[in-house]
């Protein structure tokens, strides 16, 4: 058998790379800074980084003297402190007034705002100037401006969800700073529909509370109540939810009860507890064991232990 054998002949490849001629246009980055996610936007919505050099700058003046001044005192305004609490706030980023962040924070806080085609100004100042004008240690970062309206506690009447609500948080008389912001960010990890509030409980759009509740006082639905506790007993009559407050007096322990289809539970004040009428209004009174010589709780811990009971929402 004769074999055929087949030479290939490689001829020699040239390669020619031509290189364009390319220019940035765009806006430059000022020294010293990196470039942040705002200034490469494609988004013509979003604005540029303004830089703050005096303190006395009147385009800062919502942000003065936060620790003492009331929100209320602001204008309809209300200020967010920290990323995850701006993250909330973006949510409704037409109500965003404007935001302020630290060099360290800016880059971080442009791409989240250029994500969220929020169109607020972005003012950026030193930290010494930040202090200056805020009067505390702004270490984490951000601050944001916004309007109160768009995230204000509900009336009791204009709750109309599309869903009747399963589980729904009760605060009554609530007053520390700290235990409101807590108590929603339990709210939420415990897959609760709202969050109702008597009228004496404290504002959860404080600028402490909402760090505290990790924006968490944001998202989850809150209804204000006027008339207490009848506001409480129409609405859980008009949601069919069973009315369940928490109280050391009750010698009821609290997992012998089974959880209801729907359910309102009451935490009361952190020093007195639930009020005797509200507890006169529940079907059901219970309490949390505890070890002899411990006489109660925190009102966030008693609503934590009291949720993963009873509890309707979804949870993984």
Not at 37 to 48: H, K, L
Not at 131 to 145: K, M, N, P, S, Y
Request: glycine share 4%; charged share 20%.
């Amino acid at each position: 058998m004769r074999q055929t054998v087949v030479r290939l002949a490689l001829l020699p490849v040239r390669v020619v790379v031509v290189v364009w001629p390319f220019r940035w246009h765009g806006p430059s980055v000022p020294n010293g800074c990196r470039a942040d996610a705002r200034q490469f936007s494609e988004n013509p919505s979003v604005p540029e980084v303004i830089h703050i050099v005096d303190a006395n700058d009147p385009r800062l003046a919502p942000y003065r003297d936060i620790r003492e001044r009331e929100l209320a005192a602001r204008g309809g305004l209300f200020v967010g402190e920290t990323l995850i609490v701006l993250e909330a706030m973006l949510h409704r980023a037409a109500a965003i007034e404007s935001v302020l962040a630290s060099p360290r924070m800016l880059a971080r806080t442009a791409e989240l705002l250029d994500t969220h085609h929020c169109a607020a100004p972005l003012y950026s100042a030193s930290d010494e100037i930040l202090e200056q004008v805020t009067g505390i240690d702004l270490h984490r970062g951000v601050l944001a401006v916004a309007q109160r309206a768009a995230f204000e506690p509900m009336d009791i009447d204009a709750y109309q969800p599309t869903v009747a609500p399963r589980t729904v948080l009760v605060c009554e008389d609530i007053t520390n700073i700290d235990n409101i912001g807590q108590l929603f960010r339990i709210a939420a990890a415990f897959a609760v529909d709202a969050v109702l509030l008597s009228p004496t409980c404290h504002d959860p759009l404080y600028r402490k509370s909402l760090r505290v509740s990790t924006g968490n006082a944001l998202k989850v639905p809150a209804i204000r109540a006027t008339v207490w506790p009848s506001d409480l007993t129409r609405f859980c009559a008009r949601f069919d939810l069973t009315l369940i407050s928490t109280a050391i007096q009750s010698s009821v322990p609290l997992r012998t009860i089974t959880p209801p289809a729907r359910v309102a539970i009451v935490v009361g004040h952190e020093s007195h507890g639930v009020d005797a009428n509200t507890r006169a209004a529940s079907q059901h009174i219970v309490r949390i064991p505890m070890a002899r010589g411990v006489d109660s709780l925190n009102v966030a811990v008693s609503a934590a232990i009291a949720l993963d009971h009873f509890t309707q929402g979804l949870r993984e």
